[in-house]
């Protein structure tokens, strides 16, 4: 896809704030630091559209972000922040897991692991959430540079296994895997 046209458009928390017109969404889900924010600036050609940070959680609301004038990008708040306060991650995953649940725009529910580790639990409960909920969705393992390829394919097979589903593998650095993400992304669209 051709991007002409990537703008942020807000952060929300409550259904109520959410964007209200029925242009469909691709959510972007997983643990907090896995690359979230990063694959979105990827994807849209866009540096620092959606922040990116070295501290783990910085994403702490729904963030809306508009493509094209015709679809949106949804980045969730990661989950599995240790170091939050209590009440912000319960608020947190409220707020993603009622996203998932009720929104009606959502085509594609796109969930981030990172290639270096094993699937965690949280990840595990998100992956079998979604599919038992047949929630479309495409497993991205993230950070694939980090690794050789001899690790890496030996991580994507593990977490084919675990998972029961073959991730595609993505560098943020490289753009490896960026043509498999968008054609998932045009298909679900279509849909
Ligand atoms: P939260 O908003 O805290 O939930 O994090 P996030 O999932 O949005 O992660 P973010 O995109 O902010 O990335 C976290 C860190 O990982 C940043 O320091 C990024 O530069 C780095 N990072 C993300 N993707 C890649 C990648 O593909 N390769 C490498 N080497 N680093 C990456
Ligand atoms: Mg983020």
Redesign the pocket.
């Known amino acids: 896809m051709r991007i002409t046209n990537a703008e942020f458009l807000k952060s929300a928390l409550k259904p109520s704030d959410w964007p209200d017109d029925d242009k469909r969404e691709i959510a972007f889900l997983?643990r907090?630091?896995?690359?979230?924010?990063?694959?979105i600036n990827s994807l849209l050609g866009v540096r620092g559209l959606a922040r990116?940070?070295?501290t783990?959680?910085?994403?702490r609301t729904l963030n809306f972000f508009l493509v094209n004038h015709i679809f949106r990008f949804v980045?969730l708040?990661?989950f599995g922040?240790a170091r939050a306060p209590r009440e912000i991650k319960q608020t947190l995953a409220e707020a993603a897991t009622e996203y998932l649940a009720q929104r009606k725009q959502l085509v594609l529910s796109i969930q981030?692991v990172d290639s270096r580790h094993e699937p965690t639990q949280q990840d595990l409960q998100l992956h079998d959430w979604l599919k038992y909920h047949h929630k479309p969705h495409l497993i991205v393992a993230?950070?694939?540079?980090?690794l050789s390829n001899n690790e890496l394919n030996k991580s994507l097979n593990r977490m084919a296994q675990i998972l029961k589903s073959k991730p595609v593998a993505?560098?943020?650095?490289t753009k490896r895997g960026h043509d498999e993400i968008w054609s998932a992304i045009e298909k679900s669209l279509k849909n």
């Open positions: 997983g907090s630091n896995v690359g979230k924010s990063s694959l990116t940070s070295g783990p959680g910085r994403t980045d708040p990661g922040y981030l993230t950070k694939s540079d980090k993505y560098s943020a650095r």
